[in-house]
């Protein structure tokens, strides 16, 4: 779970530490500006917060790398909530208020993982995991996502080299 952590304090720190012209550059998730992505990281802490709150009582359906369900095609962007996503990040018109409500958001995710008992199972989108298989699967989310945001943006800081090591393992094995 400190992977996790490490993770996602690397990636908050990058987003927060942007300055407001990098939010209305391009992505790395297609069809997402920088802003879109940031507020997918508002919504994907939201989901950590929910998941670990939601204990389940049955055995695991899913481990860190059975969460991840591959597909044949990348993501096009035209999927119903991306397209909320880009009007939700829209509508905080100031990166100010983005990176506030990402770091608030943010912050109690990780303090709600640092806390989290690893043997815990917790439900989320119809499958039970350890809370320690939930929090490993993210860090391959956290560094992906980091790679996304600093993709067109040279000067900004990468995710950390354990992060990459880890999330590599982890696509070579699911794949």
Known sequence: ???????????????????????????????????????????DAQDVLITLATPAGTEPTRDALAY????GTPP????PL???????????????????HLEDVGSAAGRAARLAD?????????????AGDYLSAYVLEWTLHHLDLVMHLPEAAGPPRE???????MVERIA
């Open 1 to 43: 779970m400190d992977l996790f952590s490490r993770s996602w304090t690397a990636l908050r720190t990058t987003a927060v530490g942007l300055p407001a012209e990098d939010f209305d550059r391009p992505s790395g998730c297609a069809g997402w500006l920088v802003r879109d992505l940031v507020c997918h990281l508002v919504i």
């Open 68 to 71: 991840w369900t591959v597909s």
């Open 76 to 79: 096009t962007g035209d999927d």
């Open 82 to 100: 991306d397209a909320l996503t880009v009007r939700l990040a829209a509508a905080y018109q100031d990166p100010g208020l983005l990176t506030f």
């Open 118 to 130: 690893p043997e815990l199972r917790v439900s989320t989108c119809g499958e039970v995991l350890t």
């Open 163 to 169: 992060g990459l090591a880890r999330s590599r393992e």
